[in-house]
């Protein structure tokens, strides 16, 4: 199977920028659709934005905000958050599917996740 390795998660203010990583191994990484999701404490994991085969889509909740791109050269995904905010604090999952999706259970590979907090 395919390993994800996120990392890039910390502490910003409001208004302030991440840029997220997400490090793929053990299968061609052009073989899987990619995937970032997001869950704060006591709530649901949410979909936030995934690629694949050079489409992407997000969460209407971050359109604008944030961008999903790769480099195949380095395996590696990447999240782009721009214009943060409080409510955007979660831990924030690398994952991989077989085809494009949007749900939690359309992918089989996930990652161990990296914590992002935004301040107000």
């Known amino acids: 199977q395919v390993q994800l390795v996120e990392s890039g998660g910390g502490l910003v203010q409001a208004g302030g920028s991440l840029r997220l990583s997400c490090a793929a191994s053990g299968r061609p990484f052009s073989g899987y659709a990619m995937g970032w999701f997001r869950q704060a404490p006591g709530k649901e994991r949410e979909f936030v934005a995934a690629?694949?085969?050079?489409?992407?889509t997000y969460a209407d909740s971050v359109k604008g905000r944030f961008t999903i791109s790769r480099d195949n050269a380095k395996n590696t995904v990447y999240l782009q958050m721009n214009s943060l905010k409080p409510e955007d604090t979660a831990v924030f999952y690398c994952?991989?599917?077989?085809?494009?999706?949007?749900?939690?259970?359309?992918?089989?590979?996930w990652g161990q996740g990296t914590q992002v907090t935004v301040s107000s």
């Open positions: 994952a991989a599917s077989s085809q494009m999706a949007t749900s939690p259970t359309g992918f089989g590979s």
């Open positions: 690629w694949s085969g050079g489409s992407t």
